[in-house]
């Protein structure tokens, strides 16, 4: 075709690329299913109001499906994401192929065409808790139903429940406000708590077989370089509620933050149940008797809990004449648990210490990560906020400093005074933490408080840094000695 001056050239259009094979078109993915489109527009509006519901209170990155496994020759729950996956798309590498949760994978857990599961939100405040009443190898549905409607009256008002996926259990869901909380501690909280649910259980007369706490945090163990992640622990895995039409009742389960949730086991105690031994275990005695049988305060523990949660009011004292205060590049904060946790673990370290007297920074981290392990106390361990509640100690005398020096080889020397001590012992003399402080604990406290306006800049002790005397040699001598004053020459 003969184009002419000032013409546009539209051979081009009506090319045959068309007619070519085109190439195949990658697979679409987050397809809606085909239960959720036969629903009415309605219905439909209520699922994805229900999805989203979810969707803001959950873990994008933790979360699993239910999968086949070869070894329990069924489907069983399994996360999404490796571990090899996440720990890089942490560090930033945001193209190690992560699946993220989505909507499409809620709606399809919602409308039955598969099995969904959450871990708790470790971004936004509000996550999501399950408490799953577990009736596998013994138990009835009527008894898990009676105990969460005892859960329901009790403890958790406005509680929604669903039956479990086989009929023979029941679940719980209620959403926590997490705020201010490290997903460790909050994970610490959890397991304090879930004891707690296991003892009400036990005192009770349900035919349960077991209570847990699911969708709990994934924590990451962070490197000692910015940004570096050693490794994950994924949190454990719980169902998604399913029935979609309860979206109100949803919305007014029970609501709660982590401080009310942490503190149900201080406002309900609830004793261990006491099972009657046998007549031959009764009568051993000493290291006769069976390990699991022996009676003790502590348990095989060095720090009891009830010392630590005894130890609340003195703490309290304490910080109500100053708070300690962390070093500025720390954003840690110390709080009435942190100092009776310190406090009990000075006494312990007081009454049983080391051979050379020492008391190394790093025995109390071991004991303070055993207590939170054991889900005894919430808080997990911070140099920054030991360091400032022992500083606070030593600023207003209550330790006693036999050597403040320390380098890698030695620790300090240093203790309780036997004024902190006794403060310690008056307050654990008391049957309980609600009668009033003792009266020398006060005293002492007031003391505290005019000796800091007397001398409001009063500095105690600090650890003090020092070169060991065992690395200052003398080489010159030391190769002369050796028959190498060759060497010292050179050196020179």
Known sequence: MEVQQGQINTDWLVADWHEKERPKRRRRRNVLPDAYRRLFKEERQQVRAAAKWIFKKVSLLDWGRK??????????????????QVVPYIQGNWGS?????????????????????FTANSLGDE??????????????????????????????????????THGNGAHG?????????????????????????????????????DVELKGTP??????SRRGEVRGVTYGFLAKMP???????????????????????????????????????????????????????????????PDVIRKLEPLAKELLAVKTPETVRSSRAKVVAEDVQTAL?????????????????????????????????ISRAFSFHRFQAIRDMLSDRELLEWEDADYHFRKACRWRASEELMGMMESVLGRNSTTTPPSLSSIVVCNAIAESLRDRPDHVGVRPRMVYPSLLRTDWDSELTAAGLEHLARLAA
């Open 67 to 84: 999968m086949p496994d070869e070894k329990a020759g069924k489907p069983v729950p399994k996360p999404v994401n490796l571990k090899d």
């Open 97 to 117: 192929w992560v699946h993220k949760l989505t909507l499409t994978a809620i709606i399809r857990h919602l409308v039955g065409d598969d099995t969904a599961y």
């Open 127 to 164: 996550t999501l808790l399950m408490i799953d009443i577990d009736c596998h190898a013994s138990g009835t549905l009527e008894g898990a139903t009676q105990f969460a409607q005892f859960l329901k009256e009790n403890y958790f008002p406005n509680l929604y429940v669903e039956t479990s």
């Open 173 to 209: 869901f209620l959403v926590v406000d997490k705020s201010f909380w490290k997903d460790a501690e909050y994970k610490g909280v959890l397991a304090r708590v879930e004891k707690w649910l296991k003892r009400v259980l036990r005192s009770t007369a349900f035919d349960v077989e």
């Open 218 to 223: 994934m924590t990451v163990e962070w490197g």
């Open 242 to 304: 399913r029935d979609w039409r309860r979206l109100a009742e949803w919305e007014g389960t029970t609501r709660m933050t982590a401080h009310e949730l942490r503190s149900l086991p201080e406002r309900f105690p609830v004793e261990e149940p006491v099972e009657p031994e046998p007549a031959q275990v009764e009568a051993k005695t000493g290291t006769d008797a069976p390990q699991s049988k022996r009676k003790g305060s502590v348990l095989g523990k060095m720090v009891d």
């Open 344 to 376: 009990a673990l000075i006494r312990a370290c007081t009454l049983h210490p080391n051979p050379d007297g020492s008391l190394p920074l790093m025995r109390v981290k071991g004991l303070w990560d055993a207590a939170y392990q054991a889900g005894d």
